[in-house]
């Protein structure tokens, strides 16, 4: 079964520093890997996907992802944060069975200060 | 192009009663997958329905059910309410290709409290 794990519950991070979430998968196939993001009382809102191809991936807002096979790895990037990127940052697989589930990580909470 | 709606948007009710939640896909879209999301257990899948039929299921309890109509509007069923169905219930539509290779996007969410 795949699994997500997201190693830091929360992150603090300076407005206009830069911003890196980890994200570790458990899957025997290949991976389709997701970024969400959810701002408080939302839904989520995707950022970026990865199905196959270049393994660094440009996402909405700034963001980017870099998939690395070897560390099973899918971590997210941000050059420079702004205060509206505060939110809750979620990973997620993509099963390839029949029908479609998405196994998501813990979440990392990103508080920006000013 | 509209985006997947949820109603009612918030809603209390109290144990032992039971609770329907209405979602539309985006036009055009043909899969629906229900998502319960709770501060202790995170993310977790419920099940998925692709022309009225679930397609796929996680591990929850009979208590909760789904279906979806032909027009691939979605509806979820919990019946006997417990306090810990207390939780925000994500509802997210995709075109409906099966493999994982598929974008689901989401829905406000319904918050659901049990008192």
């Known amino acids: 079964a795949q699994s997500v794990t997201q190693p830091d519950i929360h992150i603090t991070v300076s407005e206009g520093a830069s911003l890196e979430l980890r994200c570790n998968y458990s899957?025997?196939?290949?991976?389709?890997l997701f970024w969400y993001v959810q701002s408080p009382g939302q839904g989520l809102q995707l950022l970026l996907k990865y199905f196959s191809g270049d393994t660094l991936v440009q996402g909405i807002k700034g963001f980017e992802a870099e998939f690395k096979r070897s560390q099973s790895s899918f971590n997210l990037r941000k050059p420079s944060v702004h205060w509206s990127d505060a939110a809750e940052y979620f990973c997620a697989v993509g099963a390839t069975a029949a029908g479609n589930k998405l196994t998501f990580g813990g979440g990392t909470r990103v508080l920006v200060k000013p | 192009k509209a985006g997947v709606t949820q109603t009612p948007r918030y809603l209390i009710k109290t144990r032992g009663q039971q609770v329907t939640l209405s979602c539309s896909p985006i036009s055009g879209h043909r899969s629906v997958s229900w998502y319960q999301q709770t501060p202790g257990q995170g993310l977790q899948f419920l099940f998925e329905y692709f022309s009225e039929t679930q397609r796929n299921k996680g591990n929850f309890p009979g208590r909760f059910s789904g279906r979806q109509f032909s027009n691939s509007r979605s509806e979820m069923n919990v019946s006997t309410l417990e306090l810990g169905d207390s939780a925000l219930y994500l509802c997210a539509s995709s075109r409906g290709r099966t493999g994982g290779r598929e974008t689901q996007y989401f829905g406000p969410g319904t918050r659901l409290l049990v008192l």
């Open positions: 899957y025997g196939a290949t991976p389709y």
